[in-house]
């Protein structure tokens, strides 16, 4: 018999070659992100989970707004209402101050981004609030926040360990954090702060060989 979408075994099924509705909503990201087709996949595909579970989706770490363009899009075409909010949170203007015993990363990395130019790519105006400032001064306010899945692409130790403070508390049960610089020799403080903060509690890292690691709010 003839293998179904035999086109997209190589070797192995690989719907993040332009398989099916992804092909569209990825595009989306296509010009603006640093992040791989295999990630955004991971993100897509778990976007589409969050939107059976109570609570908003937020990002931290928005560069220049590629990934966000992307869940923006999977929100709107895929959710049926109520639709989750999406929250966005960076400084939109580069990296802060950095640790240098934990990050190779300098401040101002990042820096050629804009808030009315990530505005501009992400669209869909009614439904993603942005939060422009410093992890964590920019989660005041959100203490009662209920959230389905939060990306973390902030790839310092501190912002890493600030994000998992806050929001992993609030997770919805059943959802997730999807942490995009963990396995990058890039980010090792990325790593060690997952490592650590996870440690102490009952969810352990899910590493995935497109260098992402997921960790899931089972109770």
């Known amino acids: 018999m003839a293998i179904p979408d035999a086109e997209f075994y190589r070797p192995l099924f690989s719907p993040w070659l332009d398989y099916g509705e992804f092909r569209y909503i990825v595009a989306k990201a296509a010009s603006t992100t640093l992040v791989s087709r295999e990630r955004c996949y991971v993100l897509y595909s778990l976007t589409r989970q969050a939107l059976g579970l109570t609570g908003d989706i937020w990002e931290c770490g928005v560069y220049k707004g590629g990934t966000a363009a992307m869940l923006a ?3 709107a075409v895929m959710a049926s209402d109520p639709r989750p909010r999406l929250r966005l949170f960076d400084t939109f203007s580069g990296m802060p101050n950095t640790n240098p015993d934990k990050d190779l990363h300098q401040a101002g990395d990042f820096a050629d ?3 009315d130019q990530v505005k501009a790519i992400v669209g869909h105006e009614e439904a993603v609030t942005y939060h422009p400032g410093l992890i964590p001064d920019t989660f005041k306010g959100l203490e009662t926040s209920k959230i ?3 990306h973390i692409d902030v790839d310092l130790y501190q912002s890493v360990i600030d994000c998992c403070d806050f929001i992993f508390p609030r ?3 059943g959802g997730f954090m999807v942490f995009d610089d963990y396995g990058f020799a890039s980010c090792p ?6 490592d650590e903060y996870f440690s ?3 969810a352990f890292p899910l590493v995935l060989p497109t260098g992402q690691a997921v960790v899931f709010k089972s109770r």
Do not use: K, P, W, Y
Not at 189 to 194: H, P, W
């Open 113 to 115: 981004t804009s808030l």
């Open 200 to 202: 102490e509690t009952n």
């Open 171 to 173: 997770l919805s049960l």
């Open 73 to 75: 899009e999977t929100i």
């Open 148 to 150: 389905a899945m939060a």
């Open 189 to 194: 403080g990325a790593r060690a702060a997952v």
